[in-house]
């Protein structure tokens, strides 16, 4: 169930240049909220911006008597961002949420691969997390961690702790191997029978990924960033088109913002 509430600021940090983690103190109701949904933030008593900004659930962490934390991961990117990074603890914030359709989350017979390109990584925290909980062995999933430059390499170390196995390219070659993260996807892929693929970054990488996929005939699973206007599917400012018959157009908001990679193809 979508609600709105106020909801209380516990930390507020930078973990990388122009990246930075926010822990909001949010209601019981998220806990059965999916990996890939999302929630609309807005400042308190601020009529600027006038729309709501959306941004990926990062973690849902656990703390003492059943209290329990959301953490999302941003990137310090214009006026509403900025404002955000300055937020102090004990502020407030105006949420909506849980919102969107999510990740399918199983246990899978076959090996998954996790693709992330920069911020993209945000929503495949909270996947990684749940796969552990419904029983997936870590050693059989692997993730691949792409980006502009080193700086844009997010949450290596989370994944790491679930017992992940990680590989990490960069386009300057700063971290890890200098390359598109869809060149070590693809070799690893080539070498291994994998039942998904996972995948969230710009929308040229998940087009890649997507065809990657299909052409291996790999199920794919991709969550689409865009800019969204209200985020509840109203105004209809997130279409993304889709090979459909009869369809033509899907909104990210409503019907995403996770696909099936073959339906925008």
């Not at 246990?107 to 996947?127: D, K, S, W, Y």
């Not at 690893?188 to 710009?202: D, F, T, V």
Request: hydrophobic share 40%; with cysteine; proline share 5%.
């Amino acid at each position: 169930m979508i609600t709105q509430q106020t909801v209380e600021i516990i930390h507020n940090e930078a973990i990388s240049d122009g990246y930075h983690r926010i822990r909001l103190n949010c209601g019981a109701h998220y806990a059965s909220a999916t990996p890939g949904q999302f929630v609309t933030i807005r400042l308190p008593d601020q009529a600027e911006p006038l729309l709501r900004r959306p941004f990926s659930i990062h973690r849902l962490p656990s703390g003492g008597a059943g209290t329990l934390y959301m953490e999302i991961l941003y990137r310090v990117v214009g006026g509403f961002t900025r404002q955000l990074a300055r937020q102090v603890p004990g502020s407030e914030l105006d949420m909506l949420g849980p919102i969107g359709h999510g990740f399918s989350v199983r246990c899978h017979e076959h090996p998954v691969a996790i693709a992330a390109g920069g911020i993209g990584v945000a929503p495949l925290v909270f996947l990684a997390e749940r796969l552990k909980q419904a029983g997936m062995g870590m050693n059989r999933v692997m993730v691949f961690l792409g980006g502009r430059t080193g700086t844009d390499i997010l949450c290596e170390g989370i994944f790491y702790e679930l017992g992940m196995q990680v590989s990490v390219a960069t386009e300057d070659g700063t971290a890890g191997e200098k390359n598109l993260v869809t060149d070590p996807l693809q070799e690893w892929l080539e070498k291994n029978n994998p039942g998904m693929i996972y995948a969230c970054g710009p929308h040229p990488m998940l087009k890649a990924v997507g065809e990657i996929a299909q052409n291996q005939g790999i199920a794919c699973e991709v969550s689409i960033e865009t800019l969204m206007a209200c985020g509840l599917g109203v105004c209809m400012g997130c279409a993304v088109s889709t090979n459909e018959a009869g369809e033509g157009y899907r909104h990210v908001c409503k019907d995403g913002p996770v696909f099936d990679a073959r339906v925008l193809l």
